[in-house]
């Protein structure tokens, strides 16, 4: 009996040897492995391998590559990057809209996630070898999209597929605690002046839509330029407004003692909000949810 078990106890630790080398080739050949994606504009990239060296111009892409847990791959962000706190230790490469090129050179890239690039900045880039790809979502549909792309690009479309499962799973279930409540008509105040607001296809219509209320601009589509006649004869239940929809910040005072909006019933009433954290509900990534619930809030109290 003894040798029985002595042999079985051989046979399981070679087994084992093999099974290490196999998981070790595999995961070489996973690192090594030519990959191909459509980014969110349409176009098809091709990579040599999966990258271990990341730069994102994108703060939102920032957050899905950590919370993918890609997060180590991570050599270059822009100096709006600044969640999760780890990603405030990457080298910094400048803004989204004009990164350094010398400082991403230095990182030395296998690949540039970017949000809104300029053509000439990626032309520029692929120029040094460098792939560019488009990540940055417009509405929900392609946040879920940006998501699995960069699982798909990072070798972690698992961990993508059970971030987007989670993030529909939440979303659903608030939907469902005010689906029997009023849906209140509001203008989301985007940028003061000119005035800016967000339109139909954009996240932002999304998640006033998915927190129970009604975006009175919807009938525009995207980002867009919105008239004052306009707004006050759309007449909204509520007014809100970005933290930053100026450069000094809003505060309610500061809507409800303007010429313009205090024209609105809903200012005069006090129905004036200001979203608490512009980060979270001006990037296109997971933590959206957590926008939704915020903007819940708002329309329907705790």
Known sequence: MKKLIMLLIACITILSLFGCADSQQNKEFEDTAKIEVMDIKGSSIALDKIPQRIVSLSPSTTEILFALGAGDRVVGVTSYCDYPEEARKAEKIGDYDEPNMELIRKVQPDVVLAGYVK???????????????????????????????????????????????????????????????????????????????????????????????????????GWANYSAEEMIKDNPDMLIAALHSTDEGMTREDLSGDRLFSLLECVKQGRVYIMPDDNIISRPGPRIVQAIEDMSKVLHGE
Do not use: C, Q
């Open 119 to 221: 053509e000439e900045t990626a032309e520029a880039l692929e120029k040094m070898g460098i792939p560019v790809i488009i990540t940055e979502a417009e509405d929900f549909d392609t946040i879920y999209h940006s998501i699995k792309l960069v699982g798909e690009i990072t070798g972690t479309a698992a961990e993508a597929e059970a971030i987007v499962n989670g993030m529909k799973s939440k979303i659903a279930e608030i939907e469902e605690k005010t689906k029997d409540k009023g849906k209140p008509r509001v203008f989301y105040l985007v940028w003061k002046d000119p005035l800016f607001t967000a339109g139909s296809k954009t996240f932002i219509n999304d998640v006033i839509k998915a927190a129970g209320g009604i975006n009175v601009a919807e009938k525009v589509e």
